[in-house]
């Protein structure tokens, strides 16, 4: 069974500084899915950036970017210029490519808050 | 806009009590989920609908009955409940599989008295 695991409960940042949260996950599977969401006050998930496993180059949206390590199983999530509204709990998640299978494994998440 | 759209947001019923989440997509997917949120534990994934057929269930107990009548609707059935069942109820929806990412909506805050 895969896992995902966020080793930082909690993380804060000061405003226009960069920060990087960490993700680890186990799987025996080659071919994957990695996401990062994230989860405001408001509650509701958005998603903040995808990464196909199969995919050597690491994705980027924006400020957001990713630092996919696969021998390593790490896929880190760095925001860049900082804003306010990025403070919101950060969740990596893992679904694997085979066909059917939809679930998503959420790890525990880490809470950013953002320093004015 | 969300395209995800549960009610109620807030639910507080007894133990006894028969209540339901209901969740709407108007994104056109082909898929649906709910998930459980507790307090500093990951996401619980519960049900899984694809082309309307439940194609997962993570062993979760009957007290929660899930319908799918069609690709657009979700419920969620709840019916004697416990205390620990308070948590967050996430509605979720994709199109196929692969990267297509999942939608969710803002979900329900369930607190069982």
């Known amino acids: 069974a895969q896992t995902v695991t966020q080793s930082q409960p909690e993380m804060s940042v000061q405003e226009a500084e960069t920060v990087t949260l960490s993700c680890t996950y186990d799987t025996s599977e080659s071919d994957y899915y990695l996401f990062w969401y994230k989860q405001p006050p408001s509650r509701q998930m958005i998603l903040v950036i995808r990464?196909?496993?199969?995919?050597?180059q690491n994705a980027t949206e924006n400020r957001f970017s990713v630092n996919f390590q696969k021998a390593a199983k790490s896929f880190s999530l760095k925001i860049s210029d900082s804003q306010l509204g990025d403070a919101a709990m950060y969740f990596c998640a893992y679904r694997t490519s085979n066909f059917g299978n939809e679930k998503l494994t959420f790890g525990t998440g880490t809470r950013l808050t953002i320093i004015p | 806009e969300t395209g995800v759209t549960q009610t109620p947001r807030h639910l507080v019923m007894g133990m006894t009590n028969k209540k339901s989440l209901k969740c709407e997509q108007h994104l056109g997917h082909n898929a649906m989920y709910w998930y459980k949120q507790s307090a500093k534990k990951p996401l619980e994934l519960m049900f899984v609908y694809s082309l309307e057929e439940r194609v997962e269930n993570n062993s979760v107990p009957s007290r929660f009955s899930p319908e799918c009548p069609n690709s657009s609707h979700l419920f969620l059935h709840l019916h004697t409940l416990q205390p620990e069942d308070s948590a967050l109820y996430l509605c979720a929806s994709s199109q196929g599989t692969g990267n297509q990412p999942q939608h969710f909506g803002d979900g329900t805050r369930l607190s069982i008295l």
């Open positions: 990464q196909e496993a199969y995919k050597q």
